[in-house]
């Protein structure tokens, strides 16, 4: 049975029990883009869905069934991106000046892709105008920290309960980049899982999730070109007994780009990702739970 706890800008699926010491996230495939938001982009409400991991969290929404809550958020990415440091800003966005503790230059915010994005993922820049700091921080406050307060209350819990947790970020790529501006050298694999180059999670973990979707026909990449983002950087710290892995679904397995509708591939990957589930979930953890002194906030 499921237990749904939501709010506004977050829902925990959770089980009745939870029994496996495996938590589920999808950071990106909230739907709740406000009139306000709406009105203050200069793109159209499909323009905008561009950057969602769309359906993500109805794939993976039998985690539960399996003994492990699914955290998913309410908002969209295009609005507060929550797989980024909590104020990652690209000045240019603002009428004001930033406080010092906002980070300013990093590969993201270059790219137009900080905490409050200034462009959807095809590129095309979301806003009319500037807005104020205040406006972001509230956005912020409103929705990314809840989004991981959720989160690491749930980590803690479960280290708490069984020794270790493992975190699967769940995510969606796009087939194509468009603008080019991250040009993969050779075709995308159909899933891409990263664990940070094997820092954020024990090697074996994702060789179970490589093998299974191996055995389903998927072909699978490591690290290529998702290593992992700030979610599996931040909480992923094995010595601690917290392991992050991060998985990437190529959309044109299940959906339809342009459109941003379900397509026929969709129940099929369902059944697969059931697997997959199923799979991360019947590892035996014990063999990974080493001692320490501190556990990963």
Known sequence: MTMPISTSSIEILAPTIQSVPVVFASPHSGLNYSKAFIEASKLSPRQLRQSEDSFVDEIFSSAPEFGAPLLRAHFPRAFVDPNRSAYELDPAMFSDSLPGYVTTKTPRIMAGLGTIP?????????????????????????????????????????????????????HSMPSADENRQNHFSAPLADIVLGDCHGRSCDPTITDAAEQICREMGLSIARNKPYAGGYTTKHYGQPKYNVHGLQIEIKRSLYMDELRIERGPGLAPLIRQMRRLINTMTSIDFSTLISPTLKAAE
């Open 118 to 170: 200034r462009v959807v993922a095809n590129g095309k820049d979301i806003y009319h105008e500037q807005m104020t700091f205040d406006e972001a921080k509230q956005r912020i406050e409103d929705n990314y920290f809840p989004y991981h307060e959720a989160l690491s209350r749930l980590l803690k819990q479960t280290r708490q309960k069984f020794g270790m947790v493992l975190l699967i970020d769940c």
